[in-house]
């Protein structure tokens, strides 16, 4: 923590100190407030911005898009839309972390690279070792645009996962004048949700500007007990220097607090239905539940052995047949405080400097009422955690060189990020009352699994040009890294020792050209994803020593080289995008998970082969008059693994050669259609996806579904501020559909069904009332 701390303080200290010497220097035009190569083309009414100008494939969702969702969904599901975009999530708001995945052209989410405003959020995994969700960064009603690289991300991506493309973020700059913007939402379940942000306005007519927000969430579970409950604030303050550049500082504050649903298999569909879900507040017969595994554990020792529980019995009652199909409760805590603060600044007419400067503190446990640990004397089940916390500071810069036809950019990004695991247990009192709380932070375990203390520091560069020759421009460049993950246990017997991931030379080249109201563009990049810190998971060090001593030597990094070309156009109020990719994806690294995820046995990691990855992707926003236009994607994603797994002793594990990648559709197809005149506001919007596997040999899939949803609005009064209210009705899931939304949540397995999907909501609906938004 200390060394975070230190290095986050020290780059504060040079970005503050950096005016003084940037106040004598010539004026410039200072750098945006978005990441380098974020399209600029995003203000006014444009909702969806298909990136001209760019050599990759990169699209842009506006606030005017991420506005016309129900208030407080995040931002992903806004991007679900797009071609390539898998989202799902087993809540209307697409919040619920434990269910939350994305994906993009076959690559899962921890193959992806995630920042807010250039700061790295880590792969957004719900065990996140090293930075947090988007819904926990940022509230969503402050998020101004979220661009999608769906192949290759920028060179100066601050991420060492992004194997597959990125997702950048970028948050609302404050207003030049003062208002306030406010929201309420009332719907299905008992679903409450409020926000408001006060702007200041320019406080000393000298570019000083900011504002504060406050938003609160408390969504009740669709089936079951229980609620997704989260308070979040956000400050953000600005000074800007005109022609001198300027600096803006942010925090970011979040207490998320959820009761998660209940992991199901397609047999417990079949026998418990879509609603099967915990059992809570069902204390009675979760305790029936422990006694009789208890019992069954007994027996299975031996025949003749007195039953523990006798009066229990050693069957379960119908349709119930193991002590997986219902646990009594499970929920996920995260607090987590983000800050940061960013110079711009000229240093002549022709060279801008960046630099920022952040740091993030998380304190989270997943927590679960397992049947399979009691103490003496106590309860037949206990409280199982997993617990994070990270103390992470890094800093980035970024120099810019504009010199007529070209433009050179070099930068580099260090993080210095302490992270510790554990998993721990807390009793449970005896009595026919659960003495319990899943939604408080547990204290004073009776047992100690396993806890490690992990340093991962992070060293990158990058260089970058691009040259403008008429209607041709050339981007070309590259990156390097070098990342060292060590790992200490002081409780367990998990791994301890040192590994890298390390390739100084990663290359990416690029060419737009622009013909009438079309353009070309073709990209070649090269990517890796460094290895996770982290006791859980994919990780090495999940796994005890001996197994971590014998995978050292001979694991290596993912890799990833990927081409992609395409073709953008637009005439009148039509544009359009059509784009194919190849991707040849090495060094796969496969973790298998053994038993029941509430048990936390230890996970198998090893390097399996390649995958072969390739597929198209069309993109059509017409406006047919000024207030209605109609948004339609389809993409064709081909996504099989190349080798079969084959085990150190050269045996065949599983055979996976041609079979299918896991949660990779083949085909999606989405549409909407939006009326909105300012006063007015319908939008319905339908989003299709073929089937998706669950297992590496393709034995068990999910099927196709079709989500419809729905939006009426209408505002009442001044259109042009905070006079201004818009009653808004929403309806999620319009046609009701039962399916499966998430499917991995607890990892995927070699074949046969497996506890591991999450049911989508069902049909919900919201009334919200918005002003000044």
């Known amino acids: 923590m200390f060394r975070s701390m230190l290095l986050a303080g020290s780059a504060l200290f040079a970005v503050t100190a950096a005016p003084a010497l940037a106040a004598d220097t010539p004026p410039a035009t200072p750098a945006a407030d978005t990441p380098a190569e974020t399209p600029a083309d995003t203000q006014g009414s444009e909702v969806v911005v298909l990136g001209f100008g760019q050599a990759r494939q990169v699209q842009t969702i506006t606030a005017a898009d991420i506005e016309r969702q129900t208030p407080g969904t995040t931002p992903l599901k806004a991007l679900a839309k797009l071609p390539g975009v898998n989202f799902q999530s087993a809540d209307a708001f697409g919040a619920y972390e434990w269910s939350s995945r994305i994906s993009l052209r076959g690559f899962n989410q921890n193959q992806l690279g995630f920042t807010l405003d250039g700061i790295p959020l880590g792969d957004m995994s719900y065990g996140n070792a090293n930075g947090l969700h988007i819904s926990r960064a940022i509230i ?65 007519g000298n570019g000083l500007r900011g504002y504060l927000s406050y938003g609160y969430l408390e969504a009740g579970k669709w089936k079951g007990d229980g609620v997704q409950r989260q308070h979040q604030a956000n400050a953000r303050l600005v000074q800007d220097f005109g022609a001198r550049g300027s600096i803006t500082a942010f925090f970011n504050f979040s207490d998320r607090r ?80 983000l800050t940061g603060i960013t110079l711009d600044a000229p240093l002549t007419e ?35 955690t997993t617990e994070y916390d990270i103390n992470r500071g890094g800093s980035i810069a970024r120099l810019k060189v504009e010199t007529g036809a070209n433009l050179l950019e070099v930068g580099g990004w260090y993080e210095s990020n302490s992270f510790r695991n554990a998993r721990r247990f807390y ?60 790992a200490i246990p002081l409780v367990g017997s998990l791994a301890s020792g040192q590994i890298e991931a390390r390739d100084w030379f990663l290359p990416q080249v690029g060419a737009v050209y622009g013909f009438g109201p079309a353009e070309a563009f073709v990209t070649y990049t090269e990517n890796m994803r460094a ?53 040849d994806f090495a060094n796969r690294l ?36 000024p207030p209605l236009s109609i948004f339609a994607s389809y993409s064709y994603n081909h996504s099989q693994y190349k080798d079969d797994v084959i085990g150190a002793n050269g045996a065949l594990i599983t055979a996976t050669r041609g079979k299918t990648v896991v949660d990779s559709p083949r085909h999606m197809a989405k549409g909407e259609i939006v009326y909105d005149d300012g006063r007015f506001l319908a939008r319905v919007g339908a989003d299709y996806m073929s089937k998706r596997y669950f297992t590496y040999t ?48 607890n990892g995927f397995t070699g074949s046969g069904d497996n506890q591991t999907l999450l049911a989508g909501a069902p049909r919900q609906f919201f009334v919200s009332l918005r002003t000044g938004l």
Not at 179 to 194: C, E, F, L, M
Not at 313 to 323: E, I, R
Not at 545 to 566: H, M, N, V, W
Request: hydrophobic residues 35%.
């Open 698 to 745: 393709n034995d068990q899939s999910v099927g196709d579904r079709v989500l419809v949803d729905a939006t009426i609005g209408y505002t009442i009064g001044d259109l042009g501020g905070l006079h201004g209210v818009r009653v808004e009705g929403s309806a999620t899931n319009l046609l009701d559909k039962r399916y499966v939304s998430t499917i991995g949540s």
């Open 590 to 625: 496969l973790a298998y998970t053994n038993g029941a995820g509430i048990v936390g046995n230890p996970v198998t990691l090893q390097n399996v082969g390649g995958v072969e990855n390739y597929g198209a992707e069309a993109t059509a926003l017409y406006k047919l008059a």
């Open 531 to 583: 290895f996770v810190s982290a006791a859980v998971g994919a990780s090495p060090f999940a796994t005890t020593q001996q197994g971590f001593d014998a995978i050292r030597g001979r694991l290596r990094p993912e890799k990833s080289k990927t081409a992609e070309a395409g073709l953008r156009f637009r005439a009148g109020g039509f544009q359009g995008s059509i784009a194919g990719y190849y991707v």
């Open 258 to 337: 959820e009761n998660d649903y209940q992991d199901l298999s397609l047999d417990m569909i079949r026998r418990l239905g879509y609603d099967a879900d915990n059992l809570a507040p069902d204390y009675a017969r979760a305790l029936q539940f422990a006694q009789i595994y208890n019992n069954q554990v007994t027996r299975a020792g031996s025949a003749t052995a007195a039953l523990p529980y006798p009066n229990a019995g050693l069957t379960f009652p119908s349709p119930y047949t193991s002590v997986d199909d219902a646990y009594y409760d499970a929920a996920g805590l995260r607090r987590d405080y």
């Open 427 to 486: 009793g449970v009192a005896a009595g026919s009352t659960f003495s319990g709380n899943v939604l408080s932070f547990q204290k004073d375990p009776f047992a100690t699994q396993f806890d490690v203390d992990f340093q991962t520091d992070t060293k990158l560069y990058y260089v970058s040009d691009r040259l403008t020759l008429g209607q041709l421009t050339l981007t070309g460049g590259w990156k390097g890294y070098e990342v060292t993950n060590k």
């Open 350 to 384: 022709a060279v801008t400097l960046s630099v920022t400067g952040y740091y993030h503190d998380n304190h989270g446990q997943g927590v679960w009422v397992t049947p399979y640990l009691g103490i003496p004397g106590g309860a037949p089940l206990s409280i199982r």
């Open 140 to 204: 969503s009603e402050n998020v101004g645009t979220t661009t999608v690289a769906q192949g290759a991300g920028a060179l100066g991506e601050a991420s060492t996962s992004n194997l597959g493309g990125t997702l950048q973020f970028t948050s609302r700059r404050p207003s030049d004048t003062f208002g306030i913007a406010a929201s309420g939402t009332y719907g299905s379940n008992d679903t409450y949700r409020g926000f408001v942000r006060v702007d200041s306005g320019d406080l000393t």
